[in-house]
């Protein structure tokens, strides 16, 4: 029998028993007050009188609802359009990091060529790359293609083609991929199925836990990110959500922009709720091979 910091028989004392359970409480209570209590007061802050936030930003509504602030950041500001190309930047890199990351892990930990070794260690090196360091070859790149001889600035384009390749995201597949039973792949291989066959009918049904973990990383990383976007994506009607708020804070009310910012964060909250059991469901691949 396993055993924890408390074993069974100082558990069945009653005493250490109510004391274990208040502190599992009490640190439960801290960790929702820490967690939630931002998200719960932007929440309330949003649809909050903007005298009513400056004066008592902790009280329930002293003087009622200002439901218009949702209205205002929605239309007043424009805050559809940047709603919207947050959206098609996130999806975006949700595509290409899901088509690199997935492809990449595959070769890497499924088909193993005789480069594997050296491409990990390529790609594993990457990370110890500042990605500061990459900010103006990246940008002088985008401004002229190689080959290509067009600019990409002001498109989407040059938010989604860099951040397709992330280092931590395919050794992350790679090793989801390594966990996999071997003998689902040498079954395959033994009924004439071609590597791009149990990629697609094999690998991929298997992989629902960690596409759904990569999709919650990437959105959010994309959601929220703020110095790529800002540099490549100069013209106001082409700014994401992280990049226009900042420029608009000193112009618009109190209320107004404290709508706005709630309503940035519904997305990445409702992704993570959705995906949430993603990140605890275990793999269960041993019943995957019949006997």
Same mark, same amino acid.
């Given at each position: ?64 609802? %200002? ?48 480069? %594997? ?100 990383? %990437? ?42 910012? %709630? ?29």
């Amino acid at each position: 029998m396993d055993r924890g910091i408390i074993s069974s028989n100082e558990w069945s004392r009653r005493g250490i028993r109510r004391s274990a359970n208040g502190i599992q409480i009490t640190l439960l209570v801290l960790l929702a007050i820490g967690g939630l209590g931002p998200i719960l007061w932007l929440a309330k802050a949003a649809i909050t009188p903007t005298q009513d936030t400056l004066r008592t930003p902790m009280a329930l509504f002293p003087n009622g609802f %200002a439901w218009d602030n949702v209205s205002k950041a929605w239309t007043t500001i424009g805050l559809d359009v940047q709603f919207m190309n947050t959206v098609w930047v996130a999806l975006g890199v949700l595509v290409m990091q899901l088509i690199v990351t997935m492809t990449a892990g595959y070769v890497l930990a499924i088909l193993k060529p005789a480069y %594997a070794k050296v491409l990990n260690a390529l790609v594993l090196a990457t990370l110890f790359v500042p990605s500061v360091v990459l900010l103006v070859p990246l940008y002088l790149t985008i401004l002229d293609v190689p080959f290509l001889g067009i600019s990409l600035q002001n498109t989407f384009w040059a938010v989604w083609l860099p951040a397709g390749a992330n280092a931590f995201n395919i050794l992350l597949v790679k090793r989801f991929f390594e966990n996999l039973p071997p003998e689902i792949f040498e079954a395959a291989r033994t009924e004439g199925a071609g590597s791009f066959r149990i990629f697609w009918q094999i690998v991929l049904p298997l992989s629902k836990p960690i596409i759904g973990v990569v999709s919650v990383f %990437a959105v959010i990383a994309a959601w929220k990110d703020f110095l790529w976007p800002k540099l490549v994506l100069a013209l106001p009607e082409v700014q994401p959500l992280s990049v226009r708020l900042p420029q608009l804070q000193q112009t618009i009310d109190l209320g107004t922009y404290l709508a706005a910012l %709630a309503i940035s964060t519904l997305v990445p909250i409702v992704l993570f709720i959705i995906f949430q059991g993603l990140f605890l469901k275990s793999a269960g691949m041993g019943g995957a091979v019949k006997g």
